[in-house]
């Protein structure tokens, strides 16, 4: 039997949860009749046909959201009354508050997508957004860590402790695979191959790829998994857990699967127990895969295989880390490089 997937946020629960976090746009709950129903299909469509994740689902609800709060503050009750300069009024009240190109990019991105999933259905015979342009911003380089910051990372948990042993096995996993703070925590165990050395990750769009971990990720797992604590809390998990934390490899204090927040939480504590003086993420880890794989050579496709990227233009991004990462040696050991 299939297994059945998270329900999909609606634009009801996606605006109480913005209106929780504070969002301006979204304080009410949006009652716009029949384009409030058409966001919710929209939604279990993703879910459905396109197999988006949970962060994405909510990503999209939220921002379809704020979206509905101002069509029912401009009195639009039907998509067929949305047009491109309603589009564009829109986009001037997102500036008006402040929000980042890159916000505002990825709010007209849902939608976007959300009109383009009307007309495909024949809701309405023209996309509103048809010639809209909007600014492109500037991509962000990735940050990454050198590898010595990675080493004090890596070095800062006491294993003595099960939780100590986890963390240190999830930064290990994290480092050696490049894994995505979803793809780490989702792994299970049917997911690991120790005799490989190789993980089975799931990640955008439930993509499936062979993860490979190195020694000293497979080390640190097995001494995660073979401490008593953990067995105990594993042998729990198995027979009382809800179903979709069933097997999973790492686990919080309480025997369920460590969620996201949690991960981040546990590497923003090692940051600050290892002294860095920047702020690092799980991400920051898999940039820091990418980036040092690079620099010792790696070949750019085998990269983008290893990370899961759909498109190699994706991955290029990091050799852009990599020369100016090059380039700030060179400026600080060559003797005429210098101006």
Same mark, same amino acid.
């Given at each position: %039997?299939?297994?059945?997937?998270?329900?999909?946020?609606?634009?009801?629960?996606?605006?109480?949860?913005?209106?929780?976090?504070?969002?301006?746009?979204?304080?009410?709950?949006?009652?716009?009749?029949?384009?409030?129903?058409?966001? #919710?299909?929209?939604?279990?469509?993703? %879910? +459905?046909? @396109?197999?988006?994740?949970?962060?994405?689902? !909510?990503?999209?609800?939220?921002?379809?959201?704020?979206?509905?709060?101002?069509?029912?503050?401009?009195?639009?009750?039907?998509?067929?009354?949305?047009?491109?300069?309603?589009?564009?009024?829109?986009? %001037?009240?997102?500036?008006?508050?402040?929000?980042?190109?890159?916000?505002?990019?990825?709010?007209?991105?849902?939608?976007?997508?959300?009109?383009?999933?009307?007309?495909?259905?024949?809701?309405?015979?023209?996309?509103?957004?048809?010639?809209?342009?909007?600014?492109?911003?500037?991509?962000?380089?990735?940050?990454?860590?050198?590898?010595?910051?990675?080493?004090?990372?890596?070095?800062?948990? #006491?294993?003595?402790?099960?939780?100590?042993? @986890?963390?240190?096995?999830?930064?290990?996993?994290?480092?050696?695979?490049?894994?995505?703070?979803?793809?780490?925590?989702?792994?299970?165990?049917?997911? %690991? #191959?120790?005799?490989?050395?190789?993980?089975?990750?799931?990640?955008?769009?439930?993509?499936?790829?062979?993860?490979?971990?190195?020694?000293?990720?497979?080390?640190?797992?097995?001494?995660?998994?073979?401490?008593?604590?953990?067995?105990?809390?594993?042998?729990?998990?198995?027979?009382?857990?809800?179903?979709?934390?069933?097997?999973?490899?790492?686990?919080?204090?309480?025997?369920?699967?460590?969620?996201? @927040?949690?991960?981040?939480?546990?590497?923003?504590?090692?940051?600050? @127990?290892?002294?860095?003086? !920047?702020?690092?993420?799980?991400?920051?880890?898999?940039?820091?895969?990418?980036?040092?794989?690079?620099?010792?050579?790696? #070949?750019?496709?085998?990269?983008?295989?290893?990370?899961?990227? +759909?498109?190699?233009?994706?991955?290029?991004?990091?050799?852009?880390?990599?020369?100016?990462?090059?380039?700030?040696?060179?400026?600080? +050991?060559?003797?005429?490089?210098?101006?």
């Amino acid at each position: %039997m299939a297994k059945q997937g998270p329900e999909p946020p609606t634009a009801k629960s996606a605006a109480k949860s913005a209106a929780k976090s504070g969002a301006k746009a979204t304080a009410k709950q949006p009652r716009v009749g029949t384009l409030e129903s058409q966001v #919710d299909g929209f939604l279990r469509e993703l %879910m +459905a046909t @396109r197999g988006a994740s949970e962060h994405t689902l !909510r990503a999209y609800g939220g921002d379809l959201a704020e979206w509905l709060a101002f069509a029912e503050d401009s009195g639009i009750q039907e998509a067929a009354q949305v047009t491109p300069r309603v589009l564009r009024s829109y986009l %001037m009240e997102l500036d008006e508050r402040g929000l980042a190109r890159g916000s505002i990019q990825r709010k007209l991105s849902a939608v976007r997508s959300f009109f383009k999933h009307l007309l495909k259905k024949g809701v309405i015979a023209v996309h509103p957004a048809v010639g809209l342009r909007q600014a492109k911003s500037a991509r962000k380089l990735p940050h990454s860590l050198e590898r010595g910051e990675v080493e004090a990372l890596l070095a800062c948990h #006491d294993t003595s402790t099960q939780a100590g042993l @986890r963390d240190l096995a999830l930064f290990e996993v994290l480092y050696s695979a490049g894994t995505r703070a979803a793809e780490t925590v989702g792994l299970n165990f049917e997911d %690991m #191959d120790f005799g490989r050395g190789v993980a089975r990750v799931r990640g955008k769009g439930r993509k499936e790829r062979l993860a490979p971990l190195g020694s000293y990720a497979l080390q640190a797992l097995q001494a995660y998994l073979e401490h008593p604590e953990r067995k105990a809390a594993g042998k729990a998990n198995a027979k009382a857990g809800p179903k979709a934390e069933r097997g999973a490899v790492f686990l919080n204090l309480r025997g369920g699967r460590l969620s996201t @927040r949690s991960l981040g939480r546990i590497v923003e504590g090692a940051v600050l @127990r290892s002294g860095l003086r !920047r702020r690092a993420t799980p991400h920051t880890l898999r940039h820091s895969f990418a980036t040092h794989l690079l620099d010792a050579g790696a #070949d750019l496709r085998a990269v983008q295989e290893l990370l899961g990227h +759909a498109n190699l233009v994706t991955t290029q991004i990091y050799t852009h880390v990599s020369i100016e990462r090059l380039r700030s040696i060179y400026e600080k +050991a060559h003797p005429r490089a210098g101006g």
